[in-house]
Structures are given as structure tokens and as C-alpha cells.
């Protein structure tokens, strides 16, 4: 690192040089023993711990899940007037968390961050991951969901068609689009990784498994071409997708009567409060990952810092965000946007409301103190806050709002059940499960376009003196 | 009465045969019918013959073993199959003449509760009554009925019924069930032993003979007629003012002024009480004359809520107020009974009272004259009962119409009843749709003593709490299924059954004519015979019996001279109320809005329906003041526990705005410790009723103390103020003239998108405010209309209750008297409805006719529909709350609506079916449909015509007119959702002007 | 009318399971019989599995 900011010092201001994006000697060679030979190595008992306790997560989020197909939604809190409850907020919550994966592998991609390239796989995997926890509700928290078929446009002998007009009908392809895209782009970028790991592997079953995964991918110079051009198509889709599925999402309370829904500002808001949510996991999972699996050189603490940056960006975005419904609820003399943002500040409520104010918004300004970057401590505590803040936004959100709306007749107290909480549960099972699944089956780094980053990698004016 | 089950040949001989061998029965013949295959071939066959027999070879024969495996697969087939598996559909075999499949029957019947008397409209589908409207012939009740009574029909099919007699705790056959009965009786008539019966009121003539004729033949039969909620204080009251019991009909139709006096009488109970409140208060314009109405009262009654002027006064001041009130109208100039005497009465206004209201009360009722009435609460004291007696008779009231009544036992003939039978007096005692191991006060006492009459017998519906100390139950018809008559003023009425009997019961009448057949007496053979006897008598020339029957009464006016105030009994009974005086909290204790005294508490829509007060379900909380919860720390839902006279009750509190200080109240009828759906709901506030009957429901010294925790309280409603929204808008006449749209200003409503056109027709409706009193009848006819399902008390605690409509309830002012409005509230079929675009598989759309429906087959239950719902009417199937009843209780469904089952979203449909049925019926005689033809459930339910269904295309229906009066207004119009339903402002009349709703009155 | 269309689902792979189980043992039960001699008990009481509904007799109908 020293040496390249010394042949560079001539040349430009210190200021805009860009760090080196890995710690030590770091070789291509290296870079595939250290990444790659991880899915080879015997799983150690911490992980196997780590596994118990995810899946006894998922079990019980199964059950639960199967006991409301059993008896019904009255398994759970929601309620007149609170029709939907953590159903949605846990919903809302996954394709938040999603988002960060995006982010970083696309539209940092086109933006050419190129310290995105050591991280973009594992917040790419999580994303697929997050995903998959979120397309569990839209099924399991329909009255009929045997039925829940029906919310797909096919053709059909009763020529019942569905009804465009209906958000949660744009929800579905949006989701839909969202998770087919991602999961290609993910796929794509793992391609060469597979095939490295192929020719590496001594297993039998593995080396027809890899073989079969990377389709035949030879690294040849045609091959990359392809791969370069449809990386960059699907990195385009996929940008928009970042912004229009939790627009798309957002739009489902925004275009409803409901106060405290019925707001313009809410598709922006809630791609901001998506990305905050998602870097903060990204954060937590990286912390732990670079931790146990020997990756400080490949993720380092720039990695850390310049993802907590955004966390701080995004989080005073939510500010701005706040402050605006309150405006908003002020400025409109509308009484019903008047009482329901009183409910977020002072209702039975209230707390969450201020749960949700402290963890988006006053925690995260420690994040201005460099010192605060840097240390686990204080990014982790902003992390998990920013995961239980931005939940709690969206029970803000969903169960404030309707549990006090137009006819104070229909108002009434949510609580959820233990079934809730249960399935809240399972769903994170299912997410660390995946992600410790992926971390000993895949490649965690994108080995190839880590290689492309790599100290002489690039051809540069200067790059001849490099290894001088 | 026949069986019915289905009838078997003789067994042992075969209704077919092959040869006259086999008919004659030879042995050969029927070895060779039961070897027809040939000996040998297979082994010796298996004894099909025997049910229960198995084949006698070892192992298992190919024939056995393809059977098996056909029955298998046809098993297995059928049970994965389920999915669209229907019922068993079969068709009739033989179709009884009355009954065409899909077609609806209406009979006239009637029924009574206490002592009045509904005359009623059965409306059966293929033979199954299955909704109550009253009788339309009726000059009375003029087609209106009471909830209680439209909600009886679900009783018929209580799965609970006892469907055949039980002698000793078993089955019996009706013949030796009467054998036993009618033996003991003959016993006790040759030993000359008193017998006792006890049943309720005798509304019927022919009931009433019936007993006369009994008494002939089993001369030690002693008679009660006890009716344990009817109040035993207006019994004492008018034994004591006119000298005899008498019956009192409010003619508000007459009144200018009405006094209440604790007086519930807009509670729903009473049909034609609210059909003249409805008129009286459905104004067009400011210049038609309203009425007004001053009620003072310690708990807070509907009629209260409706009231233009209410005080708060605790009950057992009550007499001595109304006393004060007959002395200053008489200071002015009103003329008094002769022998009244009010000298022990001190002139001026009572303390309880506020002077200005004083004034202007004495000034109303001066005024009013022969066009005021003064009505007393049944609960209240006697005293309050025998001054509304002496102010009614001072004012000379052309706005109440008494009648002579037969007496009900009270209290205290219980108790006389139950010393004596604990004495070994009565050799037997029979109970007759009474139930007093439960009513009356001291039970234990009374179980005690009835287990000392050697033979106890019971004719009733469903086993109870007095059942169980009895050797022989004889199961009864429910009125549905029975015969019967009724007199009432205006028109002799008929009861007729709707249905056969479903079970082996008998209807009372029947097993009383059977006991006088056994004593020697000659009577007609059975009770429909013994009626059409009496009424082809009586019957006026050129009205055939069936005619009778077809229209369920006979019109004219019975002639009776009205009982005559004596003035000589008010000394005493003002002398009584100015004395009285509550020591420690005062405890009023009124019969349950769902329960009554207890009868209906097996009745699971009555038990759903929401207290129209307290909002309050399956349960009966004591309702403490405002003020005395403040000074015992309560809050809504704590435990408290209620002493008085030894007894304690542990129940839940809530408070009650508007309730007087010092006051408590609590619902009779419930925590019934039977019935599948009565048990253990509530607590039984019987064992508080006193046993003086001069003030058995209204009771002093009673202790309230906190016990520790809180019930989660399965109301209905739970924020109770409009928090200053433009929701109910209540007018004050003088508004009314003026300015009836008041402040509200509505903006200027902006589309971008055309207007839905509607080429036929407009499906609209209209709801008076001003003549709804909340009275609910319009729930109950919903929910036996639409198969409204119930969910219970948990599932209403969570908020989960499926009306589709709902009486919501607010108050406005300050708690301790504040004003309250009722606001029907159902789904409102918006032209721009917001539910409609958020379905995602358009489950929920509009029709042409501006319908908002619901296709339940395509709902997926994505729930969105209701979230988007600004009035929130739209019900959730949370739970399976419909697919595990078998019958009898799916025989109370109306076929014409779907029953929907769990994670379906469901809500109020206009009562589609009913317009398809008027439409279908009107292309068929090939006209228009009339205006006011089509009537939905709950319009045709409401007593007070406050709803109005129509078409708004038509611009003479009546709904398109009243759509245009001043008083109109639609709620939450300025979402722009354009809804159906338009709202008629609520009228106050006050005397003066209204000081407490200054604070609560809002204007958006 | 009782409804079967929308037993609920647990009750549908009860009878799915139950179903063949129930059955098998009844054809277990053929083959090994545990004692052929046992006295046929007197059999229930027959229940109908419909409530009969008949029309009221003598009562005359309004409309319909």
C-alpha cells in the first residue's frame, strides 16, 4: 500500500489517490487457495453450532407457519381494523434487506466502485436470501393461500383475470422480476469462481457438480466477452430494479386512503430505508465473516468505512424523511395525517415510534466520528439498531396506521402472538441458514473480479515501475 | 306424536319373493334362497344376514379380497376427491304440497316474552323457518318485532334441545313418561295434595282456559306465573294504585311530552313504542311537530341516550322526585285524584335536580297536558312506579293505554312457594318454561326445597338449572312448532307452527290436555283441536278459522274498562319515597339486552350482539359511574368484587359515562351454568336480587371493591368520542331551522376520471339518525338474513366479530352526563370504492346497479379490501368459523347466501338476494319494480323505519327525496368516495339550551 | 345443509390417513379374528343422520 501511494505521489494530489483495495501481498494464485479452498475444508464445530442454531430457528418458524395454514390467519394478531401486521412488516422488512445487495453489486458496478468487487458476491448471495424470506409472506399471509396462485395473471378455463389496478398485483411482478434477475446476476458472476473451483477439486461428486454449474465455462476470451457485456445488461436491470421494487412496494401504501399511507413521498423514502436496512445487515455479516474466515486482506476496514458512510447518508435521508410526514401531517391541516402522526410520537404506540426515531436516526450519527468507523463496536451497535429501528418502522408504519384510522368506532389495540414471533424467528433461521450454507458451498469472494483489482491488474501509465 | 324415523318392513318376512315357497317361508325355500349359488362351488358363504357376523371360513375368500380392495380404492378415491365433495343431495321423494324447492312460505305465528306479545311473519325455506319479521296485519307492531324475538328462531335449531322425554335420567318413550306423570298426579288428587306449577306469564286466552279447565279436574292444582325479569315492583305498584295487575302500553304516537322514570322503552322490546318514536322524529322540516323527551335515570339506558333532556338521578330517589313533581303540578293547577294525598311532601324542586330543569320539566308537562305520559323503569321502585300512576292519571294521559293484566307471582310468592314445598306440603310440582333453580334469588335454598316434593317435573326446550333437580323431563316444542293465542289490543292474535316438530316433543298445552284426559276430563284430542273449539266460537261472522291463520290475527278492539287510579294509595307510597335512601352504592339490575332473564343466553347470535350501551358481548360487566370509578382507582375491564346481602360476585367493571353517581348495574341472565353456549358466559347477578319485591331490582348498601387484574373485555368497541370528526351530526331544532349543514365545509369534490354510469338502476339508502335509537334489531336481522356467523367471546375481544352492521356508539361532552348518538354503521357501497382497486384478483367489484360486491369463490383473502376500508365494515373469516357445524344449526341458514368459509373477506351486499328476488318477480309479471318493494334485512328489522332502501334513479322513490333533505349528509364525503348510504342529521328537542355538549360539540 | 366442501384441511389428511388405516385394520381384523364366538351385541339405536323436516299440519300459509 505504502508503495503504490509512493510512485503515485508525483503524479496527483494524495487526496484523490485510491488506496490499495487489499492488505498485503495478495497474488492471483493466493487468492484462489485462500477463497476457493474454503467449500474443500472439513467445516469447523463453530459453524456446525452456528448451523443448530439457525435451523432450530427455521423449525420453528415452519411450525408456526404450518400451524396458520392449519387454523387459519386468527393463528395470528392481526385483527380488525389491523388487517395486516407483521406479515407485511416482515415482508417490507426482507426486500429491504435485499436492497443493499443491488446496490453494491450493480449500481456500484456501473459506477465503477471497484472496492465493490471484494464484497458484491456475499451482499449479492444475501440479497437472493432476503429475498426468499420475503416471498414467503405474500403466500403464507393470504386468507385462502392454496389459492394464492390466483395473484398470477394465467389463462384459465373460468377467464378470470386479475386486476392490474390492484398495487399488490404490481408487488407480485415486481418481486418477481426483483428475485429472477438478481438470482441470474449472482449466478453470472459466479460462473468463473465455479469453473476455478472445478479444475481445483479432487471430489468426484463435487467435480460433476461444478462441472454441470459453470456450463462449460473455459475462460476463454470469448467467454469473457459475453460475460463482460451480459454482466453490464444485467447490472443495467438490475439498477433499476434497486429503485422501482421498493417504490413498487411503497406504492402499496402509498396509492391506499389509509392516513399515514397515503403519502408522495413514500417510494423514495422507502428505497433510502431499504438501503440503510440492507447495508446495515451487510455490515453485520461481513464483520463476523471477515472475522472467522481469515479475510481481513480481501475485506478491509475501508470496506467497512465507506459502508458505514452510506449507512450515515441513508440514515439522514430517513431523517429528512420523518421530518417531512411530520410536515406534512402539519402543513395539510388534514386531522386524520394529524392524529396518525400524533400516534407515532405519543399514541399507545408511541414507543415504537421513537424506538424507530432513536435506532434510524440518533444512533447512526456516532458513524460521523471516524473512530466510529472504525471500530466493531460502535458498527455493530449502529448495525443492529438500524435492524430493529428500520423493522420497527414499518410496524410504524402498517400497525399505527391502521389501528386508529378514520372511525374511531373501529379503532382497536393490536397484539401480536407468539405465532408472530415464531415466524419472525423462522425467517431469520432461514436467512443465517443460507448464509452459512452459502459461505461453505461458494465461493464468499468473487475471486476473478478481485483478481481485476489486484495491484497491477489494470494496465496503468505507471504500472510498469510497479513490481520495480 | 308419530316418530319419524324412517319405516322398516317386518324383517322377518320378506316384502319380496321369488317363488310361494320362499314367501310361505319353508325351510327348503330358504336354504335354497340363501345357497343361490351353487353348493360347493365356494366355501359356505358368509352370513350377510348378520351385521355383526363374519365369515365363518379361515382366511380370506377372492370375494372377500376383491371387495376389499374395490371398497379400497373407492375409499381412497372418495376421500382425495373431498375437495369438491358435496353434500348428499337428494332430491324429495315424495314433496310435501306446502313445499316447492327454492321458493320461500310465510306463516303468521306469534310468540311473547313476559307479557308482550309479538305477532310475527315465519319466513320458511323448503320447510326450515329461517327468518322473523313482525306481522305486517298487525295494527301494532304494523310488521316490526324485537331482536330478542327475531333472533328466536336460531333456538329451534339448538343443537342442545332434548329430543325425546327423560324419566330418571333416561330416555324414555312419551308413553311411559306420561305414565309416570299422570301417575303421580292422580295420586296427589286422591291423597288431596296441593300441586304446584310454576310457568311463565299466560298472555293466552286458550292457555288460560287451558289452566282453568286443569284446575277443574286436579282442584289441588296451585298456579304462579312467574316472569323473573318483569319487574315484581310494577307488580306491587299497580296492585297497590289500581287494585289489580295491570298491563301498560306507551301510545307515543299521542305523546307531546314523555317523562321517563328509568323507563327503557326505545330499547328495541317494544315494536310499537319505537314505530311512534320513528314517526315522531322523522322530520322533514323544522316546522313538524316533534316530540320531547325527559328522562331521569340512574344507569345510562338507551332510551337515555336518546333523550332531548336527562338528569341523572339514582333510582331510589326517583319516587320521591316524581311525588315532588305531582305536588308542584298540582300547586299549579292540575287537578289530583280524588283521595290523593301529598301533604307529607315538602313543595319545591328536589335536590337532585337543577331549578332551571325543574322549571322547565313542570312547565313542559303543564303544557302538554292530556299529550304527556310518564313512564316507569320495571326495575325501579315501586313508589317510582305507583307516582308515574298518580302523574299519569293527573295529566289524564292519552299516551299510554292500560289494561287489565293477569297477576305474576312475584319474589314473594317464591319464597311462600318454596316454604311450603320445603315443608313436604306438595306431593308433586311441575315447571313450565320457567327456570327458578336459577332465577330466584336464594337457589341453594330453593334446590333444597324442591328436592322435598316427592315427583318433580319439567316441560322446557333445553335441559337447565332446574332440570336437573327434576325426575321427569317432558322436551317442549319451541313456539315455532306449536299452537296458540294471544289477545292483544287492536286484534286477536293466532300462533301457528312453521314446522313440524323436529324431535319427539310435545308443545306444553299438549301434555296439560294429556294430563286431563287422564284425570277423566273430556277434551278435544289435542291442543290445535282445543284452540279451533274456543276460536270457532268467538270468531266473528265471515271470518273462517283459516282466514284466522292466514293472516295470524282476527282485527277489533276487545272491550275492557281501564283500571281506576286510587288516589288513597299515594300517602303511603310518597310517605315511603321521600324517606327512601340508599345506604353505600345503589344496584340496579335489569334484564340483559341479549339474555333477558337468562332464556335466550343459549343463543349465540343474541349473546353476539353488542349491549346497544356498553358495546359489551357475551358477558355482563357491572357498569360503574364516572365518578365512583375515579374514587376506587377502577378502570375499564378490572376485577372487582360486588357484596350485597352475603352475596358476592366476582365479575369484570366497566365505566359508564352518564351513569349517576353512587349507581351500579348489572345485566340479568347470565352465567347460566348450562347450555353449550350459555355456560360460563358472565356471572349470575340473580343471587342480588332482593326479596322485597317493592325494590327487588333496584337494591342499596351494596360494596364494590377492586379485586386484582383485568379481564381483556370482549367489546365491540373501544374508543368511544368522535374525536371531533364530522362522523354523527346531531341538530338541535332550533338548527335544525336554521342551519341544518352547520359549519361544514365540504370541498369542492375533483375527479379526473368520468362518472360511473348506471343504466337501470341506483341502489341507495338512506339512515335517520334522527329515528334510530340503537336499538339493534338491525344486527340481528342481518345476521339471520346473511348467515352472519358468530365467533365468540375471545375472537370479539381480538376484534374479530362479522356483523356486517354495527351500531357505532359515541359520546360527546362531559362523561358524567354526556350526549350520545348512535350511527348505524355498514358498508357503504361507494361508487368510487377504495376497496374495489386494491383486490388483486378483482374479487370485490361494482355492479351496474351501483353494488359493491363480493365474489367470496374468487377472494384469496389478501385482507387489503378492508385496510382500505375508511369505515372499516368489512369482516375478515379469521378462523373456520362456519365449516364444522353439522345440523341442526346449518338448517337455520338462508340458502339464497353463501356460507362463507375461513380466510374469505365478507361484508355487507344490500341484500342482494332480496333485490334479485323482487327483480326476478317483477320481469315475471312483467312491470317495474315498485318503490319500497325491495326492503333489505335491516330496514325491514328496524321498528323505527330510521332505514330506507331504493333506487336513486328514480327520482320519486323515496329514497331519492329524503337523499335531498336539509338534515343530510354522508359520512366521510370528503375522501371522495362517493358513498351509497346518506346519513339524516340526528334531532335534539331540548327544553333549554344544551349546556353539556358545549365541550364535545365539534364542527369539522 | 351440512357442509363438506370445506371440511377443513386437517381433517381431510386425517381421513386421508385414517382412511386406508382404519381399513387395513378391519381387513387384519378378518383375517385374524381374536374369537368367533363373541355374542353379536345388540345394535345401536339408530340415529338418522338428517333432522326430518316435515310441514306444520293444519297451518295455513301466507304467501309462497
Not at chain 2, 354523527?728 to 365545509?745: I, K, W, Y
Request: hydrophobic content about 45%; some cysteine; aromatic content about 8%.
Amino acid at each position: 500500500m505504502k508503495l503504490d501511494a509512493a510512485t503515485s505521489a508525483g503524479d496527483i494530489p494524495e487526496a484523490l489517490i485510491e488506496p490499495a483495495l487489499t492488505v498485503g501481498v495478495v497474488t492471483p494464485g493466493s487468492l484462489d487457495d485462500q477463497v476457493l479452498a474454503f467449500p474443500e475444508m472439513k467445516p469447523p464445530k463453530q459453524w456446525y453450532l452456528g448451523l443448530a442454531v439457525t435451523l432450530t430457528a427455521l423449525l420453528i418458524g415452519v411450525g408456526c407457519i404450518g400451524y396458520v395454514f392449519v387454523t387459519g390467519i386468527g393463528a395470528w394478531g392481526n385483527t380488525s381494523p389491523v388487517f395486516w401486521a407483521f406479515d407485511i412488516i416482515n415482508f417490507v422488512f426482507w426486500v429491504g434487506i435485499g436492497h443493499a445487495g443491488t446496490l453494491i453489486s450493480a449500481i456500484l458496478f456501473l459506477f465503477r466502485k471497484r472496492w465493490r468487487n471484494a464484497i458484491a458476491r456475499f451482499a449479492e448471495a444475501m440479497t437472493i436470501f432476503a429475498v426468499i424470506c420475503a416471498v414467503i409472506f405474500p403466500l403464507i399471509h393470504v386468507g385462502r393461500p392454496w389459492l394464492a396462485y390466483w395473484l398470477f395473471p394465467y389463462p384459465n378455463q373460468r377467464a378470470l383475470w386479475t386486476n392490474f389496478r390492484s398495487p399488490l398485483l404490481w408487488d407480485v411482478f415486481a418481486v418477481n422480476t426483483y428475485f429472477s434477475v438478481s438470482l441470474m446476476f449472482w449466478y453470472l458472476g459466479l460462473i468463473p469462481d465455479i469453473a476455478s473451483m472445478r479444475d481445483r477439486t479432487t471430489s468426484k461428486i463435487r467435480k460433476v457438480l461444478y462441472t454441470v454449474l459453470a456450463m462449460g465455462w473455459r475462460g476463454a476470451a470469448s467467454h469473457w466477452q459475453h460475460y463482460e457485456k451480459a454482466y453490464l445488461l444485467l447490472a443495467g436491470l438490475a439498477t433499476g430494479l434497486v429503485l422501482s421494487v421498493h417504490s413498487v412496494v411503497s406504492f402499496d401504501f402509498a396509492t391506499s386512503v389509509v392516513p399515514g399511507w397515503h403519502m408522495t413521498i413514500f417510494p423514495p423514502y422507502f428505497v433510502a430505508g431499504a438501503i440503510f436496512a440492507g447495508f446495515a445487515m451487510v455490515v453485520m455479516v461481513l464483520v463476523v465473516v471477515r472475522e472467522t474466515m481469515q479475510l481481513k486482506n480481501l475485506i478491509t476496514m475501508r470496506h467497512l468505512d465507506v459502508m458505514n458512510k452510506v449507512i450515515l447518508a441513508m440514515s439522514c435521508i430517513m431523517g429528512y424523511s420523518y421530518m417531512m410526514e411530520g410536515f406534512t401531517a402539519w402543513y395539510s391541516m388534514n386531522e386524520y395525517l394529524h392524529h396518525g402522526f400524533m400516534n407515532i410520537i405519543s399514541g399507545t404506540y408511541g414507543w415504537a415510534g421513537w424506538v424507530t426515531i432513536s435506532c434510524n436516526i440518533l444512533i447512526p450519527q456516532i458513524l460521523w466520528f471516524k473512530k466510529a468507523r472504525a471500530s466493531y463496536f460502535w458498527m455493530i451497535l449502529v448495525a443492529i439498531g438500524v435492524t430493529i429501528g428500520m423493522w420497527f418502522e414499518r410496524f410504524v408504519i402498517i400497525v399505527i396506521s391502521l389501528h386508529q384510522d378514520y372511525l374511531p368506532s373501529a379503532w382497536r389495540i393490536y397484539k401480536p402472538t407468539m405465532i408472530d414471533f415464531g415466524v419472525l424467528l423462522g425467517t431469520f433461521g432461514i436467512f443465517f441458514t443460507l448464509v452459512l450454507l452459502f459461505a461453505r458451498v461458494l465461493p464468499v469472494i468473487a475471486t476473478t473480479e478481485v483478481k481485476a483489482i489486484l495491484p497491477g491488474a489494470q494496465p496503468s501509465h505507471h504500472g510498469d515501475d510497479h513490481h520495480a | 306424536m308419530k316418530t319419524r324415523l324412517p319405516e322398516h318392513g317386518p324383517l322377518e318376512t320378506p316384502r319380496f319373493w321369488r317363488t310361494l315357497e320362499e314367501r310361505i317361508e319353508t325351510p327348503e325355500a330358504q336354504r335354497a334362497a340363501h345357497d343361490e349359488f351353487l353348493p360347493g362351488t365356494i366355501p359356505a358363504g358368509p352370513d350377510y344376514d348378520d351385521v355383526h357376523g363374519l365369515p365363518p371360513q379361515s382366511g380370506v375368500s377372492r370375494r372377500d379380497f376383491l371387495g376389499l380392495v374395490s371398497a379400497a380404492a373407492a375409499l381412497a378415491a372418495t376421500v382425495a376427491c373431498d375437495r369438491k365433495g358435496q353434500g348428499t343431495v337428494v332430491p324429495y321423494t315424495k314433496r310435501p304440497v306446502e313445499v316447492i324447492p327454492g321458493v320461500a312460505n310465510y306463516y303468521a305465528s306469534a310468540t311473547h316474552e313476559g307479557r308482550r306479545v309479538y305477532p310475527v311473519l315465519v319466513k320458511t325455506r323448503e320447510g326450515r323457518p329461517i327468518h322473523l319479521t313482525g306481522n305486517d296485519e298487525h295494527p301494532g307492531v304494523k310488521g316490526k318485532t324485537s331482536p330478542r324475538v327475531m333472533a328466536d328462531v336460531l333456538r329451534l335449531y339448538d343443537p342442545d334441545r332434548l329430543r325425546a322425554p327423560k324419566a330418571q335420567g333416561h330416555v324414555a318413550s312419551w308413553a311411559d313418561a306420561e305414565a309416570q306423570f299422570h301417575g303421580a298426579l292422580r295420586g296427589a288428587k286422591a291423597a288431596g295434595k296441593p300441586v304446584l306449577l310454576i310457568s311463565g306469564a299466560v298472555v293466552s286466552p286458550s292457555r288460560k282456559a287451558l289452566l282453568a279447565d286443569l284446575k277443574t279436574a286436579l282442584p289441588t292444582l296451585e298456579h304462579l306465573a312467574y316472569e323473573p325479569a318483569a319487574g315484581d315492583a310494577a307488580e306491587v305498584a299497580a296492585l297497590a294504585s289500581f287494585g289489580q295487575a295491570v298491563d301498560l302500553q306507551p301510545r307515543l304516537d299521542k305523546a307531546k311530552v314523555i317523562l321517563s322514570l328509568g323507563a327503557d322503552f326505545l330499547n328495541g322490546e317494544d315494536p310499537e313504542a319505537q314505530a311512534a318514536w320513528g314517526a315522531k322524529r322523522r322530520l322533514k322540516n323544522a316546522q313538524e311537530a316533534i316530540n320531547r323527551l325527559w328522562v331521569l335515570e340512574g344507569p345510562l339506558t338507551l332510551t337515555g341516550t336518546n333523550a332531548d333532556q336527562r338528569v341523572p338521578v339514582s333510582p331510589s330517589r326517583l319516587g320521591a322526585v316524581a311525588f315532588a313533581l305531582a305536588k308542584e303540578l298540582a300547586a299549579k293547577g292540575v287537578a289530583l285524584p280524588t283521595g290523593t294525598d301529598l301533604s307529607g311532601m315538602s313543595a319545591g324542586a328536589p335536590a337532585d335536580i337543577p331549578a332551571a330543569v325543574w322549571s322547565s320539566l313542570v312547565k313542559d308537562l303543564r303544557a302538554a297536558g292530556r299529550n304527556a305520559v310518564v313512564l316507569c323503569g320495571a326495575q325501579m321502585p315501586a313508589e317510582a312506579h305507583q307516582a308515574a300512576h298518580l302523574l299519569n292519571a293527573m295529566l289524564g294521559s292519552e299516551a299510554v293505554a292500560l289494561r287489565a293484566a293477569e297477576p305474576l307471582a312475584t319474589v314473594k310468592d317464591l319464597e311462600a312457594a318454596a316454604q311450603k314445598m320445603a315443608s313436604g306440603a306438595y306431593a308433586a310440582v311441575l315447571f313450565w318454561d320457567v327456570n327458578p333453580a336459577y332465577t330466584y334469588p336464594k337457589a341453594a335454598a330453593w334446590k333444597e326445597a324442591v328436592t322435598k316434593v316427592p315427583f318433580r317435573a319439567w316441560i322446557g326446550q333445553v335441559e337447565d338449572e332446574t332440570s336437573a333437580q327434576c325426575q321427569l323431563l317432558l322436551p317442549e316444542n319451541h313456539w315455532l312448532e306449536s299452537w296458540g293465542d294471544y289477545a292483544t289490543p287492536g286484534a286477536a292474535v293466532l300462533q301457528q307452527p312453521a314446522i313440524g316438530a323436529l324431535y319427539d316433543t310435545r308443545q306444553g298445552e299438549d301434555i296439560l290436555l294429556g294430563v286431563l284426559k287422564a284425570m277423566g276430563a273430556t277434551v278435544p284430542d289435542g291442543y290445535h283441536a282445543y284452540l279451533q273449539a274456543r276460536w270457532k266460537k268467538e270468531l266473528p261472522f265471515g271470518t273462517s278459522f283459516e282466514q284466522a291463520l292466514h293472516d295470524g290475527l282476527v282485527k277489533g278492539e276487545t272491550k275492557t274498562s281501564a283500571p281506576v287510579f286510587k288516589g288513597a294509595s299515594v300517602a303511603a307510597a310518597a310517605k315511603k319515597a321521600v324517606a327512601a335512601k340508599a345506604d353505600g352504592l345503589e344496584l340496579v339490575l335489569f334484564p340483559g339486552f341479549a339474555t333477558h332473564d337468562g332464556r335466550h343466553a343459549n343463543n349465540s347470535w343474541l349473546q353476539e350482539t353488542p349491549d346497544p350501551i356498553t358495546k359489551m358481548t357475551w358477558d355482563n360487566p357491572v357498569a360503574v359511574s364516572v365518578q365512583d370509578a375515579k374514587a376506587l382507582g377502577l378502570e375499564e375491564g378490572d376485577w372487582v368484587t360486588l357484596a350485597l346481602d352475603g352475596a358476592t360476585l366476582k365479575l369484570p367493571a366497566v365505566i359508564q359515562p352518564g351513569q349517576a353517581p353512587g349507581v351500579l348495574a348489572l345485566a340479568l341472565g347470565y352465567g347460566r351454568t348450562t347450555g353449550g353456549v350459555a355456560k360460563g358466559m358472565g356471572v349470575n347477578a340473580f343471587p342480588l336480587v332482593g326479596l322485597d319485591p317493592a325494590s327487588a331490582h333496584a337494591r342499596g348498601g351494596a360494596k364494590l371493591a377492586k379485586a386484582g387484574g383485568r379481564k381483556e373485555l370482549s367489546r365491540t368497541q373501544s374508543h368511544h368520542r368522535m374525536e371531533g370528526r364530522d362522523l354523527v351530526r346531531s341538530l338541535t331544532m332550533d338548527e335544525f331551522a336554521h342551519n341544518p349543514q352547520g359549519h361544514h365545509h365540504m370541498p369542492e369534490l375533483v375527479t379526473l376520471y368520468e362518472d360511473q354510469k348506471f343504466p337501470d338502476h341506483k341502489w341507495g339508502m338512506v339512515i335517520d339518525l334522527a329515528a334510530c335509537t340503537g336499538c339493534s334489531a338491525c344486527m340481528v336481522a342481518c345476521q339471520s338474513e346473511n348467515n352472519v356467523a358468530t365467533v365468540g367471546p375471545e375472537q370479539v375481544a381480538r376484534g374479530r366479530e362479522m356483523h356486517w352492521i354495527r351500531i357505532d356508539r359515541y359520546y360527546e361532552g362531559e362523561l358524567e352526563n354526556p350526549k350520545v348518538v348512535h350511527q348505524p354503521m355498514l358498508c357503504q357501497h361507494c361508487d368510487n370504492a377504495p376497496c374495489e382497486n386494491v383486490c388483486p384478483v378483482n374479487a370485490t367489484n361494482h355492479s351496474p346497479e351501483g353494488l359493491n360486491q363480493m365474489a367470496y369463490n374468487r377472494c384469496v383473502g389478501t385482507r387489503y379490501c378492508a385496510n382500505n376500508c375508511p369505515y372499516k365494515v368489512r369482516r375478515f373469516n379469521f378462523l373456520e368459523y362456519t365449516a364444522y357445524k353439522t345440523e341442526p344449526e346449518t338448517l337455520a341458514y338462508n340458502p339464497e347466501v353463501t356460507v362463507r368459509p375461513r380466510g374469505v373477506m365478507e361484508k355487507c351486499s344490500f341484500c342482494v338476494q332480496r333485490i334479485n328476488d323482487v327483480k326476478i318477480r317483477a320481469k315475471g309479471d312483467g312491470r317495474a319494480i315498485l318503490d319500497g318493494e325491495i326492503t333489505t334485512a335491516c330496514m325491514a328489522g328496524c321498528p323505527s323505519d330510521a332505514i330506507v332502501f331504493g333506487d336513486l334513479k328514480d327520482p320519486k322513490s323515496k329514497v331519492s327525496q329524503l337523499v335531498a333533505a336539509s338534515r343530510a349528509y354522508r359520512v366521510l364525503e370528503e375522501l371522495g368516495v362517493k358513498p351509497a348510504i346518506t346519513y339524516l342529521a340526528d334531532l335534539k328537542n331540548p327544553a333549554m339550551p344544551m349546556a353539556s355538549t358545549e365541550g364535545g360539540h365539534h364542527e369539522a | 345443509m351440512a357442509d363438506e366442501t370445506r371440511k377443513p384441511l386437517l381433517d381431510r389428511a386425517a381421513a386421508l390417513v385414517a382412511g386406508p388405516l382404519l381399513l387395513g385394520r378391519e381387513a387384519l381384523g378378518l383375517v385374524f379374528r381374536p374369537d368367533r364366538e363373541a355374542p353379536p351385541e345388540t345394535p345401536p339405536e339408530a340415529v338418522p343422520l338428517r333432522i326430518p323436516i316435515t310441514p306444520p299440519e293444519h297451518a295455513i300459509k301466507r304467501r309462497g
